[in-house]
């Protein structure tokens, strides 16, 4: 007999139809759309399991079922939590153990989720207060993308303001597209309209916006462009979502403020949270 004839044969999940099998603790779910929107972004969308509970801004370790022991990487739920879908927005890293195989996916493939969901970027790590800035760069947008057509988030504050910095203009057009859609949306559009404003930046390319964040919240550009006052421990509220440098230089900013940091067991005035990368 032959070695080939010894193996055995691989295990195919009739559910999912993957040749590998699906471990208790992870859901395999359908691709439903895919759109890419530069050579280093895309966004996708899964079937959503009927028991899959989580909060807004929350993320989940994604994989493929293309081995033995998968790869997982940690994804930002871009979409809301009353959302019959799950969306996510990814980078697509040259080579990267996931990502690399994760951005040729088409609809009706499988893509595996971890089933718990984990995360700072919460409506209940945070205070009350009047104005909530969302700081993201890059596919740091992905969990804002999530609060932001979360009814929620227009219960706690008055106004909401993502702001995205991204190199290029064409990166910035998830971000605006997405707070178009969410403006015309039946069901969050009335809550969000006069609330919901999107500040955005292009840094390595002619935009009326050329700056870096950190920048334009210490020249106060960012607050002339709102309308607004600079930042105030007593009413604003902010969540950080980026590299690990852009977050560590917002929450430098965000401290000398006054603004605190938070989590899950202790709520403050600011949260933040690494854009994972894979
Ligand atoms: P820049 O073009 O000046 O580096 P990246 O893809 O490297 O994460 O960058 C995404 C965006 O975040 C870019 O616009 C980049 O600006 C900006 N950025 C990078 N590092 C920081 C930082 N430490 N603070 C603020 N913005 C940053």
């Not at 949306?185 to 002619?206: F, I, N, Q, S, Y």
């Amino acid at each position: 007999m032959t070695d080939a004839a010894l193996a055995p044969a691989p295990v195919l999940d009739q559910e999912a139809k993957t040749e590998f099998p699906i471990p208790a603790n992870v859901f395999a779910e359908k691709v439903v759309s895919v759109q890419h929107y530069t050579d280093r972004l895309f966004k996708f969308r899964i079937t959503r399991p009927a028991s899959f509970r989580f909060r807004s801004g929350e993320f989940v370790m994604i994989g493929l079922p293309n081995a033995e022991k998968p790869v997982f990487r940690a994804y930002s739920v871009a979409s809301p939590s009353w959302d019959e879908e799950l969306e996510f927005f990814s980078i697509k890293v040259p080579n990267g153990p996931l990502t690399e195989h994760l951005q040729k996916i088409q609809s009706g493939d499988t893509v595996l989720m971890r089933k718990k969901p984990t995360g700072t970027l919460v409506n209940d790590a945070l205070i009350p207060g009047k104005r909530l800035y969302m700081f993201s760069t890059g596919t740091g947008v992905a969990p804002f993308a999530s609060l932001i057509r979360d009814p929620e988030t227009y219960e706690k504050f008055e106004e909401v303001i993502l702001t995205q910095t991204c190199r290029e203009v064409n990166e910035l057009t998830y971000a605006k597209e997405l707070v178009e859609e969410v403006i015309n949306d039946p069901l969050v559009g009335e809550l969000a309209a006069g609330k919901l404003r999107l500040h955005t930046a292009a840094t390595r390319e002619p935009y009326p916006c050329q700056e870096r964040i950190t920048t334009l919240i210490e020249n106060g550009k960012l607050f002339e462009d709102l309308g607004v006052p600079r930042l105030d421990p007593a009413v604003d509220r902010g969540m950080i979502c980026g590299s690990m440098e852009m977050i560590n230089d917002t929450k430098a900013i965000l401290e000398k403020h006054g603004l605190e940091e938070g989590s899950n067991a202790s709520p403050s005035t600011f949260v933040v949270e690494r854009a994972f990368v894979g």
